[in-house]
């Protein structure tokens, strides 16, 4: 028999229920953990943070506007004209557009967060973000002779928004990560006024270095009690090779003739690698847009399946 004094002190201690998730559970249904200078603001500071945001973003993207208008378009412009541009490149292209708009709604709406916008807000404001900033870009396309604007880049810029916008409605987070990685090919040199003289430039043109992922975060969809760590992800891969021209006649003399390449690899999601520096959460922050090096099973239609010991 106990005491008075323990009696009313057992009394206060709450008892545990059927309902009540085990700490694993609620410790594997947290997102990533964001960069200590994304992390939501008090409202008393939304007014502080929220034109610093505006004006930042404002000042960035009139810039980069400027400079693509002043560097990239640099040759012969034309009255605004449409052109389908879907079937050159493997659809490549398609799949940068996707990745970008994908990323820069997904910072958006961080940044949101961090400026103290409720979260479905956040996701709704910050998450066609990416859409709005990569769609002008057809007007530039729009007035170059040798291009024009493409009804399928914008399509791919709005799957990308919507992409992101859809993950944060069903599950407040994204499980789903779009990356890119990229090694130099032997196919820019033959062509390098297009596909690209110098490693940056290569790294945006030549799509034959480029491999599209799609990491899926396994664990958020298994039980509690599972033990598949999180930031281990399985990611579908989807690249091309031997594109150097769009007509297959031109890439016949050459010897070349274009194919399709699909990939199955592992993937690490550096969101979820645990530490306490600042710094290096927001390089790990940025970074993770990346696919990074791992073995990899390919497999084309030209040579059918191909194991890679290190593949990026």
Known sequence: MLPPLAERAAAQVPLATPEAPAPSAAIRSQPPALPDSLQPASPSR???????????????YSSLMYLLSEGWYTGERSRFHWFNDLPEWKQLDKAGHLWGAFHESRG????????GVPDRRATWYGGFVG??????????DGRDP??????????ANFLGSAGLIGQ????NEVRIMPKLSFHRTPYAGLRPNVLGRSLGE??????????????????AFLPATSRWPRWLQPA????????????????????????RQFYLSLDVDLRRIPTRNKVLKKALYALSIFHLPAPALEWNPRHGFKAHGLYY
Do not use: C, H
């Not at 040798?146 to 399509?155: K, P, R």
């Not at 944060?168 to 599950?171: E, K, P």
């Not at 290569?202 to 664990?219: E, H, I, M, S």
């Open 46 to 60: 939304l007014n502080q943070r929220l034109p610093l945001l505006a004006g930042g973003l404002v000042v960035s």
């Open 108 to 115: 958006a709406v961080d940044m949101l967060r961090w400026a």
């Open 131 to 140: 859409f709005l900033l990569q769609s002008p870009i057809e007007l530039f």
């Open 146 to 155: 040798a291009y024009g604007a493409s009804a399928t880049d914008l399509a």
């Open 168 to 171: 944060q409605l069903a599950w």
């Open 202 to 219: 290569q790294f945006l043109k030549d799509y034959n270095g480029q491999t599209y992922w799609l990491a899926t975060d396994v664990g």
């Open 236 to 259: 579908l891969g989807y690249g091309a090779q031997q594109m150097v021209f769009n007509d297959p006649d031109a890439n016949a003399a050459l010897g070349l003739r274009s194919y």
